[in-house]
């Protein structure tokens, strides 16, 4: 039998139409199928390979801490160098208040330890989310996820979790005494890329303190540099109670995290002890490849050059037939008629050797997000082939 009839009988399926291509190799912006055809690559493993594939640093920390021990006990309990180096560095480029770190598997599991933490930390039962926010699949997380599309088939969820609308004043007359937290993606992503108002964010965080809810800002997706900056707050002179991380933070292996400080984190200590267990979160491996994935961003300067190549993207796509396109930074969205027209456009591209997808909320906007690394060459490569496919696709429809 062969992979593809494998991969069909053995694999737990999602969808009824699954890409199933075969993944040979990966390298920096480029992806190779089993029959040696190449990717430019523009969704990075949907926001995971800021610095590229197997960038040469964080295969070579990879080596490093394979040889010396991989799992040894679940988190928390032995001193692991990986972990503490990569907290120290993490922290050392975030705010003095968010200075502990809870490594986690995933984006889920770190959204499900913040909404923990938020209500054991306040002693309140409430949680308030947004429309249109992804926030993982797990039970917890899904009860928060923005759509009832996805929510519905799995009820009963979350008892006190309340939705608003994202950047829009309500939520902030709601927020009282029995809120423990406001958990919001920073800049939304699978909406399509939304970027709310500096002043609705502000204005967010003020009652926030006002009334001792907890700031939750989830930047899975929008953190490590994709906006143009490190860190998406920054954008918005707010400061999170709680920060959560994942995607990008591992460079390229499995690892969230949820940051807060000293005085927060240490109420998962008592009553119970082990607020949160995990056995393999912040895997020494992962915490080795997230650090060295980390030390490029910085070292390369990959944050300062995003504007510029997001620049670029606008510049070649400005006269593109398309309905508007939305980006902060590297995380793009061309919105479309329609998905079907989407589709039609992205298998093209995918046939000319640029791998791309689309929002999970937002069918018809393509999503572009692609490692940070991407050159001008590769931009202009991908921005061309997109035309051309509009161009047919539109093509194709006038004449049928
Ligand atoms: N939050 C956001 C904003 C995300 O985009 C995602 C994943 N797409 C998650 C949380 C969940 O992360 P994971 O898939 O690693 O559980």
Same mark, same amino acid.
Not at 15 to 20: D, V
Not at 133 to 137: F, K, L, P, R, V
Not at 371 to 374: A, D, K, R
């Given at each position: 039998m062969n992979h593809r009839e494998l991969f069909f009988r053995h694999l737990a399926q999602t $969808? #009824?139409?699954?890409? #199933?291509w075969e993944i040979r190799k990966a390298e920096g912006a480029y992806l190779w199928d089993a029959a040696g055809n190449a990717y430019l690559d523009l969704i990075g493993g949907i926001s995971v390979c800021h610095v590229g594939h197997r960038h040469p640093r964080v295969m070579q920390a990879i080596a490093a801490q394979a040889d010396q021990y991989l799992h040894v006990m679940v988190y928390g309990e032995l001193i692991q160098s990986p972990q503490v180096q990569y907290a120290e560095l993490l922290t050392r480029h975030?705010? #003095? $208040?968010?200075h502990q770190v809870y490594f986690t598997n995933s984006g889920a599991e770190a959204v499900e330890g913040a909404m923990k933490l938020a209500k054991r930390y306040t002693g309140r039962p409430h949680i308030f989310c947004f429309h249109q $926010?992804? /926030?993982?699949?797990t039970q917890g997380a899904l009860s928060l996820l923005g759509d009832e599309y996805w929510r519905q088939a799995y009820r009963p969820l979350l008892p006190g979790v309340y939705r608003f609308i994202y950047n829009d004043d309500e939520v902030i007359d709601h927020i009282n005494h029995q809120t423990a937290c406001v958990i919001l993606e920073t800049i939304q992503a699978e909406a399509g890329v939304v970027v709310p108002d500096k002043s609705w964010m502000q204005a967010l965080a003020a009652r926030c303190r006002q009334t001792g809810t907890l700031l939750v800002l989830d930047e899975v997706q929008c953190g490590f540099g994709r906006n143009g900056t490190l860190w998406a707050f920054e954008q918005f002179g707010v400061i999170p109670d709680i920060l959560v991380l994942g995607k990008a933070l591992g460079g390229g292996l499995p690892l969230g995290a949820f940051i807060a400080s000293r005085e927060i984190m240490q109420s998962l200590t008592h009553d119970p002890v082990l607020g949160h267990i995990t056995t393999f979160g912040g895997h020494p491996l992962c915490c080795a490849a997230g650090k060295a994935a980390m030390e490029v961003l910085l070292e390369e300067q990959l944050c300062e050059q995003v504007y510029e190549k997001e620049k670029l993207f606008r510049q070649l796509l400005e006269h593109l037939p398309c309905r508007e396109i939305r980006s902060r930074g590297l995380m793009i969205a061309i919105e479309f008629d329609s998905f079907e027209m989407n589709k039609q456009i992205i298998h093209r591209c995918w046939k000319k050797g640029v791998f791309m997808d689309w929002y999970l909320? #937002?069918? /018809?906007c393509m999503r572009i997000a692609p490692?940070?690394?991407?050159t001008e060459q590769q931009i202009q490569q991908a921005c061309t082939v997109i035309d051309e496919s509009v161009h047919e696709v539109l093509k194709h429809q006038k004449s049928s």
């Open positions: $969808s #009824a139409e699954p890409l #199933a975030l705010p #003095a $208040s968010l $926010s992804y /926030h993982g699949s909320f #937002a069918p /018809h490692p940070l690394i991407i």
